[in-house]
């Protein structure tokens, strides 16, 4: 499967979305990194991930990792968050189960970045609304793909990759402006905890829009 097709492909499954040039850039990278592992499982990729982030959280809690480390952990899972779709995709091994595993390890990885920022000062409460929201944001698209809603509905301004930025832009913040890095990861969590807010709010108008529909 060449770029191209996979760029059709991922856009079917994100409600017929147009690929900005930062997402197409974004893809084709992850499209790269993807096809040298097309001979792993996409299902060993996703618990790689998970694997990933529970060692770096443990590690983290029993000595406060560098930020410079944490910001690179937090990218490489959102690039490994995106070669297993890409591995399924090119070679045809999508499963219902993957796209579960995939979804369960995508939550553990957001409570592994929301202990991540708490442990390094974030707010307790701005820390557990980011995280609340974002739940609810994905339990509402799961809930209305379960209740037919064939594809994402919208892509908001919460989404997975969104989340992987900000955790990676203020963990590198921390790294240029050491003596702010309470500050700053306080202001990760607020930021996270808005986008999610309008995310839900995104989210469930379009629900509501499609469900309405006859």
Same mark, same amino acid.
């Given at each position: 499967m060449t770029f191209d097709e996979y760029l059709v492909r991922w856009s079917t499954l994100h409600g017929d979305a147009e690929a900005t040039l930062p997402i197409r850039l974004w893809l084709r990278t992850t499209y790269a =990194?993807? &096809?040298?592992l097309r001979w792993l499982h996409p299902n060993v990729i996703t618990v790689c991930g998970?694997?990933?982030?529970?060692? /770096?959280?443990?590690?983290?809690?029993r000595d406060a990792l560098p930020n410079f480390v944490l910001a690179l952990v937090i990218l490489a899972l959102g690039i490994v968050d995106s070669l297993d779709g890409i591995v399924a995709t090119v070679t045809e091994r999508n499963s219902t189960f993957g796209a579960f595993l995939d979804s369960l390890v995508d939550r553990c990885i957001d409570v592994a970045i929301a202990i991540l920022l708490l442990h390094h000062g974030a707010p307790l409460v701005a820390v557990l609304?980011?995280?609340? =929201?974002? &739940?609810?944001h994905e339990y509402m698209r799961a809930r209305a793909m379960g209740l037919g809603m064939t594809e994402v509905g919208v892509i /908001?301004?919460?989404?997975?990759?969104?989340?992987?930025a900000v955790g990676v832009m203020f963990f590198l913040a921390c790294v240029v402006l050491p003596s702010h890095s309470t500050t700053l990861v306080s202001?990760?969590?607020?930021?996270?905890?808005m986008?999610?807010?309008?995310?839900?709010?995104?989210?469930f108008v379009t629900v509501k829009r499609r469900?309405?529909?006859p």
């Amino acid at each position: 499967m060449t770029f191209d097709e996979y760029l059709v492909r991922w856009s079917t499954l994100h409600g017929d979305a147009e690929a900005t040039l930062p997402i197409r850039l974004w893809l084709r990278t992850t499209y790269a =990194l993807a &096809l040298p592992l097309r001979w792993l499982h996409p299902n060993v990729i996703t618990v790689c991930g998970l694997i990933i982030a529970v060692v /770096t959280v443990v590690f983290d809690l029993r000595d406060a990792l560098p930020n410079f480390v944490l910001a690179l952990v937090i990218l490489a899972l959102g690039i490994v968050d995106s070669l297993d779709g890409i591995v399924a995709t090119v070679t045809e091994r999508n499963s219902t189960f993957g796209a579960f595993l995939d979804s369960l390890v995508d939550r553990c990885i957001d409570v592994a970045i929301a202990i991540l920022l708490l442990h390094h000062g974030a707010p307790l409460v701005a820390v557990l609304t980011s995280i609340c =929201l974002t &739940l609810l944001h994905e339990y509402m698209r799961a809930r209305a793909m379960g209740l037919g809603m064939t594809e994402v509905g919208v892509i /908001t301004v919460g989404e997975k990759p969104v989340r992987i930025a900000v955790g990676v832009m203020f963990f590198l913040a921390c790294v240029v402006l050491p003596s702010h890095s309470t500050t700053l990861v306080s202001l990760a969590s607020y930021i996270w905890s808005m986008l999610a807010f309008v995310a839900c709010i995104q989210l469930f108008v379009t629900v509501k829009r499609r469900f309405a529909q006859p």
